[in-house]
């Protein structure tokens, strides 16, 4: 919900919420019918277990290319260089990473080139959230931007560092790039 707002007082009030949640769903349910082949990366050995078992009671037809859990530690470049080629082998269209920010979006960046037109995209605690292994914020969380807080509230040990550091460098941003545009003038030009 950051996100929407952030893009709706830069000029796109239609910007809608977009979790990686309904991401997720809704684009596994696009691909069924062209025949996406899925990885999952991410999150623990028992986590994907029972997502496996949750996804393909969802849906039935679902292409499951592979599922990794990686070591809880960065990884050096011979292990991303072999983790590239076991999950090019397994030729999927997209790959789901679960690994929680920043570290899945560092992730991403350094495979990339390594997963030539293969989509990446991060989604952080949806593996739990569709494995059943962590509760989904009731929905008025999610409307009113709160969800962050649920996830706290829900694991304070994990998440109070990232909250503590990531919220106000994001609301300092925002706010950064909210005067550049409306003193620039570029909510005034075409887009």
């Known amino acids: 919900m950051p996100l929407a707002w952030y893009l709706r007082s830069l000029g796109e009030p239609q910007q809608p919420?977009?979790?990686?949640?309904?991401?997720?769903?809704?684009?596994?349910?696009?691909?069924?019918?062209?025949?996406?082949?899925?990885?999952?990366?991410g999150a623990s050995p028992e986590t994907l277990a029972q997502l496996r078992v949750e996804v393909l009671r969802r849906w039935p037809s679902i292409e499951i290319a592979g599922m990794h859990a990686p070591p809880f530690r960065s990884l050096s470049t011979t292990e991303l260089e072999a983790t590239g080629q076991a999950i090019r082998d397994t030729t999927p269209d997209v790959v789901w990473v679960g690994l929680g920010m920043p570290k899945q979006e560092k992730w991403m960046a350094d495979m990339r080139c390594r997963l030539p037109g293969t989509v990446l995209i991060g989604i952080g605690a949806v593996f739990d959230f569709l494995a059943g292994t962590k509760a989904h914020?009731?929905?008025?969380?999610?409307?009113?931007?709160?969800?962050?807080?649920?996830?706290?509230?829900?694991?304070?040990?994990?998440?109070?560092?990232?909250?503590?550091?990531?919220?106000?460098?994001?609301?300092?941003?925002?706010?950064?790039?909210?005067?550049?545009?409306?003193?620039v003038g570029e909510h005034t030009q075409q887009r």
Request: glycine share 8%; proline share 4%; charged share 25%.
């Open 137 to 183: 914020a009731p929905g008025w969380m999610q409307r009113a931007g709160l969800e962050w807080l649920f996830r706290l509230g829900t694991e304070p040990r994990r998440l109070w560092r990232r909250y503590l550091w990531n919220n106000p460098a994001f609301l300092s941003l925002w706010a950064r790039d909210v005067v550049r545009f409306y003193t």
């Open 17 to 41: 919420r977009v979790n990686g949640y309904d991401l997720t769903t809704r684009t596994i349910e696009h691909g069924l019918v062209r025949g996406w082949r899925h990885y999952f990366y």
